[in-house]
């Protein structure tokens, strides 16, 4: 079957750096993406990788190792309204995005 | 209009009851997409549609039915509403014609059957 694992919660403060994890296991791959979702809205695009390696984007890096099924989201100077929902989703080999369950993230100051 | 909106914002529906949920875009895109979100569950995939005239169905589609008349617009209908399909209701849409197929999403709808 086909599986996206993330950490339910993460909990960091305010002005630190937080890795949040993605591993995958999916009938083929075409690329991964990465979604902040706040409370009560909509997913918004965040980045994507399909190539391995990191893409950076401001404060936002995306890391994907497609022999290792794996891909991280670093959010750096982390601020309070960065406390939201991130999702992973991978493109399968019929271009299907397969969506993670999502990682709540919750910034302390 | 900019961007995907959704109709209603919110809505309690009594179980039994036929209810279409609404939903537009204005970016030419060919691709639309439903999902329903569920706590702990993530987003899962209802029904979707690659060009006007065509639907697929995703990983849950029973119980539900959607058209695609014209490019921009991709209503979903609930025939018989159950309390099994509370939930929040996300179309999203993307230009499968581009690379990466980034989907962009609406405010979505918050659906209660009792």
């Known amino acids: 079957g086909q599986n996206i694992d993330q950490p339910t919660e993460m909990t960091a403060t305010e002005g630190a750096i937080v890795q949040i994890n993605c591993t995958y296991q999916?009938?083929?791959?075409?690329?991964l993406f990465w979604y902040q979702q706040h409370a009560g809205e909509a997913p918004t695009f965040l980045s994507y990788n399909v190539l391995d390696g990191l893409e950076e984007k401001g404060r936002f890096s995306s890391f994907l190792s497609r022999s290792k099924g794996y891909s991280y989201l670093l959010l750096k100077e982390l601020q309070m309204k960065d406390s939201a929902s991130y999702l992973c989703a991978v493109t399968d080999s019929n271009y299907q995005l397969i969506w993670g369950a999502g990682t709540k993230l919750i910034i302390k100051p | 209009i900019a961007g995907i909106t959704q109709a209603p914002t919110s809505q309690i529906l009594a179980a039994g009851r036929r209810m279409t949920l609404r939903c537009t875009q204005d970016?030419?895109?060919?691709?639309m997409y439903w999902y329903r979100q569920d706590l702990g569950l993530g987003l899962r995939l209802i029904h979707y549609?690659?060009?006007?005239?065509?639907?697929g169905k995703g990983e849950v589609p029973d119980g539900y039915s959607v058209s695609r008349a014209n490019t921009d617009d991709f209503p979903l209908t609930l025939a018989s509403a159950v309390p099994s399909q509370t939930s929040v209701y996300f179309c999203?849409?993307?230009?499968?014609?581009?690379?990466?197929?980034?989907?962009?999403f609406g405010p979505g709808t918050r659906l209660t059957v009792l």
């Open positions: 970016m030419r895109h060919n691709a």
């Open positions: 549609s690659n060009t006007a005239g065509t639907t």
């Open positions: 999916t009938s083929g791959f075409n690329g």
């Open positions: 999203a849409s993307s230009d499968k014609r581009q690379g990466a197929d980034t989907q962009y």
